[in-house]
């Protein structure tokens, strides 16, 4: 069975970057059908799309976050990260890594137990 | 972006009742690409229905999916003890991705 794990910092400041990782086990980050990506859960703003990636490079990112975002997949540690520029204290939330099984259509079937990333100094 | 609204915010329901829930989507969704999720409190979200109406590998058939166009619904047909939750949709059908506010089914 797939399981996804995030890890990174909990905390950031302020204009810095935030980078987190999604180790994945159970599987394999080169199934071609497969893409890799990254959703945030906050109070104010429930849940919210960030992007997804391919590891042959596609990427579907936010039109909003566009901007900010770096995605990437490492298939030789089975694993695939996010980073986000400038962030501020609008981006504090759990991030949840996460896999699109189907090549047409951007649903998730697996998710990463999520990770709380606060920003603030 | 397309916005997603579900209804009611909360219900109150016991073991055994039959639940509908409700999303409505400000413009018609594309390819009626409408998945549905379920969120208990600590967990990530689990993917109940996809496609408006194809239910996941392992989904009991308890959980059914149905609508069209704009309006989607997600039947749960007899309410189990596991199944009280925050219950999500989500669009897929034009850029940006996008999630109702959540239904909370609570005894």
């Known amino acids: 069975q797939l399981h996804l794990q995030e890890s990174g910092p909990g905390l950031v400041k302020p204009s810095d970057t935030l980078s987190l990782t999604c180790t994945v086990s159970g599987g394999s980050t080169t199934i071609y059908t497969s893409l890799w990506g990254w959703i945030r859960q906050s109070p104010g703003k429930g849940l919210e799309w960030i992007g997804t990636?391919?590891?042959?490079?596609?990427?579907n990112y936010h039109p909003s976050l566009k901007s900010r975002i770096t995605m990437s997949v490492d298939t030789s540690r089975n694993q695939f990260s996010l980073k986000l520029t400038s962030v501020s204290a609008a981006d504090t939330a759990v991030y949840f890594c996460?896999?699109?099984?189907?090549?047409?259509?951007?649903?998730?079937?697996?998710w990463g137990q999520g990770i709380l990333v606060t920003v603030s100094s | 972006e397309i916005v997603l609204t579900q209804s009611p915010g909360t219900l109150s329901l016991s073991p055994g009742e039959r639940v509908t829930l409700s999303c409505r989507a400000s413009?018609?969704?594309?390819?009626?690409?409408l998945a549905w999720y379920q969120q208990k409190p600590g967990q990530s979200p689990r993917l109940l229905i996809s496609g408006a109406s194809n239910r996941a590998t392992g989904i009991p058939d308890k959980f059914s999916g149905s609508g069209s166009g704009t309006d989607f619904t997600l039947t749960i047909s007899r309410l189990d003890p596991e199944d009280f939750a925050v219950y999500y949709c989500?669009?897929?059908?034009?850029?940006?991705?996008?999630f109702g506010q959540g239904t909370t089914v609570e005894v």
């Open positions: 413009q018609s969704v594309s390819n009626n690409f």
């Open positions: 989500q669009q897929y059908g034009s850029s940006p991705v996008t």
């Open positions: 990636n391919h590891y042959n490079g596609h990427t």
């Open positions: 996460v896999r699109r099984p189907d090549f047409y259509g951007e649903y998730y079937d697996s």
